[in-house]
Structure formats: C-alpha cells, structure tokens
C-alpha cells in the first residue's frame, strides 16, 4: 500500500517525526471506534456526488462499492497515516487503482470526525438508555417494604419506607434517562457540510446527504456548526456527570446502609468482596470503585474546559486529546453500567433491622403535628416536641406512607425501541440506497 497522508500535496513539507507519531498512536486507537461511522458517512457523501453527476460516475460507483464491501469488516489502522480518514481513503484509493481520487473533495477532517463522534456518542448513550430501562425493570420486582429511618447530616431525621427509598431511585434514574435522550437528539444534528469552519466548496447538498443518514441540517452558519463539536463534548459529559453523581449519593446510602452499624439491606454477590487479611469483611468495592468512575468523569469536564477555553473559534489540533479520552471512557463506562441491572436487582432490604434502628426522636416531627393540632401554635408545638425529647418521652409512632410515581416504564422501552429502530433503519436505508445503485 502507497501510504499517503490526506493532506499529500498541500504547502507543508512531509517529513517523519518519531516524536509527533507517538502523539498520534493513542489517537489512531481510539479512532478504530469511528471506522464504520466514517465509511457510512462517506458513502453518504460519495451517493450524492453520484446523484449530482459531479465527476466521473463510473469511479464514484467503484468507490461507493469499495465502500459498501468495507463496511463491517475489520479493519487495522496504520500510524503513519494519522486517523481513520486517511487509513480509508488510502485504503479505498488502493482497491479502487485510484478511481476513488475524489472520494472526499472538499472535505475537512474536522467536519468527518465532528460527523463520526457525533455518530458514535449516539449510540453509545443509546446504550446506556437500554441500561437504565433493565435496571428499571430490575427495581420494580422487588417487592419488599418495611419502615427505614431518613438521613439528613448522617443523622436521624424522618422515617421512611423502603418502597418510597426505591421509587426516589427510579425517578433518579428516569430523570437522567430524559436528559440523556435530549442530547441523542440533539446529535442527529449533520456536521458535514462546513468545511473547516468557514463554509463549504462542496456543490453536494448536504441537506440530501443528511436525510440519507438518518440526520438533519439544520444550522446554516459554518463557525456555529463547527462550535458544536467542542461543544458536543461538554453537552455528553455534563449529563453522565449528573447522572453518575446521583448514582454515586445512592451508592453511599448503600455503603452505609449495609455495613456492620446497620446491616438494613444486604448487597448481592458479586458486588462485595472480601478481605485479603480480615474474614470477617463484607466490602462494597462495585460500588466504591464506581465511585471513582464517577470522580474520573467529572475530571473529563475538566479537561473539556481546560482544552477550549481561551481557544480561537476554529479548529485546534490538540482538540483531539478530548476525543482520545472522552470516547474510550465511555466505552469503559458503558461496560460498568451494565452491572447495574443485576445490582439493582439483587439489593434486599432487612426490615427487622430497619426497625431496630430507628431511634425516638425520629418521630419529632410527627409529634410536633399532633401537639400543634391541640395548642394550634407551631413554635409552642415544636419546643413542647424538644421538651419532650429532652426529658426521654417515648413518642407516638407512625408508619410512613409509600410514595409511588411509577408502576411500570413501558414509556422507556418505547422510548428506547424508537431510538434503537431510527438508527438501524436509516442505516439500512442507506445501505439499500447504494446497494440499487451498485446493481445498475
């Protein structure tokens, strides 16, 4: 193979560098995760410059079933030819005895790794979607219930149920599920189109090109539509952040809930280890170390920031490094998450214990209600509360009602069938498309 760079034949003289090709060995690695989002990004790009009759039709219809025979193969990346747009087009040109010459005219790497990202990320939070549903489904079978006390300053404050504690549970993870799916949406979005920032000779329309894809175009300013890929970045990270946060507040609640001071819920196998010196230890490493997950994507956005911030509007070499850290860990992440639903499942709740626990005062409010139905003063209800607390007052009890805000998400996996059907039907769409022109 003649390996030739996509920017051959430009101004700048070509020289090795060992120094700059360890710089891009991390990076080709990662870009193994957007081979097929480019070659169907080009196939798009390539069945438009055949429906226009720009150039030869002839060699686009050879590159279109190069293209299509490479689809779904494995496919091995070389460093010398920097990222996945210069290994495919040094691939194509190759099997094409360079019929394939116009295969990307007019194209920026910018706008196609902007394009690949923007496919990849969707999928990958389509994943997490179909986690979240799972896990969902998990939650709702469990059917134990029992009094908990509520923790406000690692103290006492409230009783609640068992039930309720799960139903806030679900709600976390069905709120994050909302904000994740917005930002699918919002990556249907087609970058293609400008250039390096500043606009496109191209004379394809990439409107077409976008509806081949399953995509939109929508904004027409080239400096905007380039914004949107560092912007993209912070978008993706900012709502795993929130939602691995939350996670990471409902995991301690377990670290605490099932340790030796309280024992209320017991973890399932699988999730806690033992220890290397003590055999009496029960850890909740799964959760500890999802912990850091968490703490490692909140250093992503820091990062993002670091990257961009007092940057020009256009292109910036070393923007890669956010690629290079961003889409590996959310493979990683997408890997953990997928523990979740047996997690979640397999968590039992000890209600004898919950109930040995809960000390007097955590009834002070309730009380508090019942001496203010008598005396109708709120301050002199809450003082005659304290008093009696004071003075060892057993307290009247009561048992909380459930909360229960969901009884079953079919709304998700409706919600999450239709994402997964968009993206494979307009996948397939395309397909067919050069499938009919490559039986011409």
């Keep these: 193979m003649i390996k030739m760079k996509i920017w051959s034949g430009s101004a700048s003289p070509e020289a090795s560098n060992e120094a700059y090709r360890i710089m891009l060995e991390k990076d080709i690695s990662v870009d193994r995760y957007l081979i097929p989002y480019e070659i169907l990004s080009l196939m798009a790009y390539n069945l438009n410059i055949y429906k226009k009759g720009i150039g030869s039709r002839g060699d686009t219809v050879k590159t279109l079933k190069v293209l299509r025979d490479l689809y779904g193969q494995n496919i091995s990346l070389d460093p010398d030819l920097e990222d996945v747009h210069g290994n495919i087009e040094s691939i194509v040109l190759e099997k094409t005895s360079g ?17 690949d990202v923007n496919f990849f990320l969707r999928d990958v939070l389509i994943g997490y979607e179909k986690i979240i549903y799972d896990t969902l489904l998990g939650i709702n079978r469990i059917t134990q219930n029992g009094t908990m006390p509520g923790y406000t300053h690692y103290r006492q404050g409230m009783p609640v149920t068992f039930q ?18 917005e930002i699918v949406n919002v990556l249907k979005e087609l970058p293609l189109g400008y250039g390096s920032g500043f606009g496109s000779m191209s004379d394809v329309d990439f409107v077409e090109v976008a509806s081949y894809m399953g995509m939109e175009k929508k904004h027409k300013n080239p400096l905007f539509s380039f914004m949107l890929y560092p912007d993209n970045y912070i978008r993706v990270v900012s709502v795993i952040n929130s939602f691995l946060i939350d996670i990471s507040r409902i995991f301690q609640d377990m670290i605490i809930f099932s340790g030796d001071e309280m024992k209320i819920i017991e973890l399932p196998p699988g999730y806690v280890t033992g220890s290397s010196l003590m055999p009496n230890k029960v850890n909740p490493d799964f959760m500890e170390i999802f912990q850091g997950y968490a703490a490692k994507s909140v250093s992503m956005m820091n990062l993002l920031y670091s990257g961009i911030i007092n940057k020009t509007t256009g292109y910036h070499r070393d923007f890669q490094i956010l690629k290079d850290e961003i889409l590996p860990f959310m493979i990683e992440l997408n890997s953990v998450l997928n523990g979740f639903p047996q997690l979640f499942s397999g968590i039992k709740f000890n209600s004898k214990a919950a109930e040995e626990i809960l000390g007097n005062s955590i009834y002070a409010t309730y009380n508090s209600k019942l001496n203010f139905r008598s005396s109708g003063n709120w301050k002199e209800s809450y003082r005659t509360t304290g008093d009696m607390i004071k003075s060892g007052t057993q307290l009247k009890s009561y048992i909380p009602e459930d909360v229960t805000t969901y009884t079953d998400f079919n ?30």
Excluded: G, P
Excluded at 422 to 438: A, G, N, P, Q
């Design 164 to 181: 309720t504690y799960l139903d806030f549970i679900k709600n976390i993870f069905v709120y994050n599920f909302a904000r994740i799916n």
């Design 411 to 440: 709304f998700i996996r409706d919600m999450v069938d239709a994402n997964i059907m968009y993206v494979e039907e307009s996948r397939d769409k395309l397909l067919k498309m050069i499938d009919d022109i490559l039986q011409i």
């Design 99 to 115: 019929s394939a010459k116009n295969m990307r005219m007019f194209l920026s790497r910018n706008e196609q790794v902007h394009t």
